[in-house]
């Protein structure tokens, strides 16, 4: 072998090398950019000896998907499906950009009929579009993720959807309640502003649908305040067995909005959430779902509290 042809390998192999690390340092870079970096705020599931960890953009993102599953009765199934779909097409990001003119956590595009812009980048719109031509796939509860979702999406790269089923069914699983006081998120300090009862009820009922606070519709058709609570003002959910609903249980629910308020807690202004005999505070997030040390009033619903 020449000396020529040594030195030339040589090079070769320290090319190679050199586009490793550059690619492995921009993969972190990006990953630092999407997470928010080391000690940044995360939302995270752990269930069954299993992990998933998301920004806290992607968790209330992924709470609203589940959210809007849970007011057109869609089972869990539906749900794994729609977040996995989303993981894929957005990484859980309402983005305003994509391949031609797709838009939103979907992808969705004005051209092919899915709303128009404004309508695909809102979260509650576009989950509810996805659904909607779901629920029109012949035999979809049978057919497999990337099948379903594929039939939906008509995507370019059908195969996909199927690498994200692990985690979208484990974050499924905690967001519509299956498993209990999985889902958790860590906060940063606030910002000093007093929370917002009015806009907490509005969120809800805008996602949830009325029927997440039937007793306290306005006569104009609105959500109504909030009563004081301990602590800060308090917006009381309650939640109730629902034979009608697939997977209607109280406690399943109940879990579910927990959950949901915990993903919105820092956009919201949410300080403390209570429900099962267990408490989340943002003054001890990183403690997760702790065991609360008194009664927390009606044990059947759950008590979401606003900063002062």
């Known amino acids: 072998m020449s000396r020529f042809t040594v030195t030339r390998r040589g090079r070769l192999l320290r090319t190679v090398a050199a586009g490793a690390v550059l690619l492995a340092l921009v993969g972190y870079l990006v990953a630092q950019v999407v997470t928010g970096g080391p000690g940044a705020p995360r939302c995270t599931v752990r269930a069954n000896g299993e992990s998933y960890s998301l920004s806290p953009e992607q968790a209330v993102n992924a709470a609203t ?8 009765g869609v089972p869990e199934r539906a749900v794994t499906i729609a977040l996995a779909t989303a993981m894929q097409e957005s990484g859980l990001r309402n983005i305003h950009h994509g391949d031609r003119d797709s838009q939103g956590l979907f992808q969705q595009r004005p051209s092919q009929g899915w709303g128009t812009a404004a309508q695909i980048t809102d979260p509650v719109y576009a989950a509810g579009e996805f659904y909607e031509h779901l629920m029109q796939v012949r035999g979809w509860s049978r057919l497999p993720l990337t099948r379903a979702a594929q039939e939906v999406q008509r995507s370019g790269f059908p195969q996909a959807y199927a690498k994200h089923e692990p985690d979208a069914s484990l974050l499924a699983s905690a967001l519509t309640g299956r498993a209990e006081a999985s889902f958790s998120c860590t906060r940063s300090p606030g910002d000093g502003k007093a929370g917002d009862p009015p806009a907490v009820r509005a969120k809800l009922w805008r996602e949830f649908g009325p029927a997440v606070l039937p007793s306290v519709v306005r006569a104009g058709g609105g959500p109504a305040g909030a009563a004081a609570g301990p602590g800060g003002p308090t917006v009381t959910v309650p939640v109730r067995e629902d034979p009608s609903v697939p997977e209607g249980s109280a406690a399943r629910r109940g879990w579910q909005v927990a959950s949901w308020a915990v993903a919105h807690a820092a956009e919201l202004r949410i300080e403390r959430v209570a429900f099962g005999g267990r408490v989340w505070s943002a003054d ?8 609360a040390s008194q009664p927390q009033g009606d044990p059947a619903a759950v008590r979401i509290t606003t900063t002062r």
């Not at 998907?65 to 057109?72: D, E, H, K, P, T």
């Not at 001890?284 to 065991?291: E, F, I």
């Open 65 to 72: 998907i589940s959210a809007v599953g849970s007011s057109r």
């Open 284 to 291: 001890r997030s990183a403690d997760g779902w702790r065991k």
